[in-house]
């Protein structure tokens, strides 16, 4: 079992930058592919960003490509999120999950079907 907790949230003005960390424990996190999600009061959950298991790839919903930066440490079984250039729409709870992934894969997954999540952290961006 696979426990994520998230932090790094917080109330910024727009054009500011947070980064948001989420640290595993519980199981292999060099053996998951890694995702950040969010979801808005009133709207579903959405994608903004993954990471494969091998060779770092990554993804990017196309409302925070070149904004925002996904990466991972292996070594502290962390995964970051930054966040630059926030708008008052990236507003929203953010969410980290874990998939596990087959050796060498190198899909960063965009759906929803992540084995592990998070319990959030919260991103306020005021106009």
């Known amino acids: 079992q696979v426990q994520l907790v998230e932090s790094g949230g917080g109330l910024v003005q727009a054009g500011a930058s947070l980064r948001l960390s989420c640290a595993a424990s519980g199981g292999t996190f060099s053996t998951y592919a890694m995702g950040w999600f969010r979801q808005a009061p009133g709207k579903e959950r959405e994608f903004v960003a993954a990471i494969s298991r091998s060779y770092e790839s990554t993804n990017y919903a196309d409302s925070v490509k070149g904004r925002f930066i996904i990466s991972r440490d292996n070594a502290k079984n962390t995964v970051y999120l930054q966040m630059n250039s926030l708008k008052p729409e990236d507003t929203a709870d953010y969410y980290c999950?874990?998939?596990?992934?087959?050796?060498?894969?190198?899909?960063?997954?965009?759906?929803?079907?992540?084995?592990?999540w998070g319990q959030g952290t919260q991103v306020t961006v005021s106009s």
């Open positions: 999950a874990a998939k596990y992934a087959r050796f060498g894969s190198t899909t960063p997954f965009i759906t929803l079907a992540y084995d592990y």
